[in-house]
C-alpha cells in the first residue's frame, strides 16, 4: 500500500502564509493531488503535480519533487474562510488514489 | 448542472442489516470510486471501477460488495460482515484514469448502525 504523512493541525494568522508537507512512498507515481476538505462535506480539488516543480494557482501554491517524494501546499494571504482540512493524495503506479490523514488549518483573526 | 449525488445525506441502519449506498453521476466519467472517512483519519479506498462491468478491491474491501452495470452508478453495499460499518462515505469519479484528472466527490452519506 502506500504511505502519506502530513502534519495532523497547523494554526495560523489571518493574512500569514502556510505551508502544509506532505511526503509519500508509493509503488510507482502517477501524479499528486491537493484538496480542500470543510468540516461535514465532500472535498474539493485544489491542485495537481506530476512533474518536479512549483504550480500556482491564485493564493495556493503546490511543490513537487518526486526524487525526495514530498510535495507542500503554500497557502498566501490566510483568511478564516481556509479554515478547512488539506488532504494530501498520490496516484500509484496502477493508478489507485490514496489519502493522508489530513491536515487541519485554524485560521485565527 | 453536472455531478455526483449520493444518497441519502444520513442513514440509520441496525446491526445484522445490509445497507446499499446510492451513487450517481452525470458527468460521463469512465472511473468511480468509494471511500470511507473515519474521524482523525485519511480517505480509504473501499472499492473502485474503471469501467462498466468491472471493478477492482481497494484497501479495505472486507464487508462491502460493489456493481457497476451502468456507466452512471456505482452502488455500495455495506453488507452485516463489515465489523465497524459506522462512518462517512464518499463516492468519486473521474475520467480515465490515464488522463490523470482529478476526482470528483459527492456530498457523502453518514451511515450510523447501532
Known amino acids: 500500500g502506500q504511505n502519506i504523512d502530513q502534519p495532523t493541525e497547523m494554526t495560523a494568522t489571518e493574512g500569514a502564509i502556510v505551508q502544509i508537507n506532505c511526503t509519500y512512498q508509493?509503488?510507482?507515481?502517477?501524479?499528486l493531488f491537493w484538496y480542500q476538505q470543510h468540516a461535514g462535506e465532500a472535498p474539493t480539488f485544489l491542485s495537481y503535480?506530476?512533474?518536479?516543480g512549483l504550480e500556482e494557482k491564485g493564493r495556493f501554491s503546490s511543490f513537487l519533487s518526486r526524487s525526495k517524494g514530498y510535495s507542500y501546499l503554500l497557502l498566501k494571504e490566510l483568511q478564516m474562510k481556509d479554515s478547512a482540512s488539506y488532504l494530501c493524495?498520490?496516484?500509484?503506479?496502477?493508478?489507485?488514489?490514496?489519502f493522508g490523514a489530513g491536515t487541519t488549518v485554524t485560521v485565527r483573526a | 448542472d453536472g455531478g455526483i449525488t449520493q444518497s441519502p445525506k444520513y442513514l440509520f441502519r441496525k446491526e445484522g442489516q445490509n445497507v446499499t449506498l446510492s451513487c450517481e453521476q452525470n458527468?460521463?466519467?469512465?472511473?468511480m470510486y468509494w471511500y470511507r472517512q473515519d474521524p482523525g483519519q485519511g480517505l480509504r479506498l473501499i472499492y473502485y471501477?474503471?469501467?462498466?462491468?468491472?471493478?477492482q478491491k481497494g484497501d479495505i474491501a472486507e464487508g462491502y460488495s460493489v456493481s457497476r452495470e451502468k456507466k452512471e452508478s456505482f452502488p455500495l453495499t455495506v453488507t452485516s460482515a463489515q465489523k465497524n460499518p459506522t462512518a462517512f462515505y464518499l463516492c468519486?469519479?473521474?475520467?480515465?484514469?490515464?488522463?490523470?484528472?482529478?476526482?470528483?466527490f459527492g456530498n457523502g452519506t453518514r451511515l450510523t448502525v447501532t
Open positions: 468519486a469519479s473521474s475520467d480515465r484514469d490515464g488522463n490523470n484528472s482529478p476526482l470528483h
Open positions: 508509493t509503488s510507482g507515481f502517477n501524479g
Open positions: 503535480n506530476v512533474l518536479d
Open positions: 493524495a498520490v496516484r500509484d503506479g496502477d493508478y489507485k488514489l490514496s
Open positions: 458527468l460521463n466519467h469512465d472511473a
Open positions: 471501477s474503471q469501467i462498466v462491468n468491472d471493478f
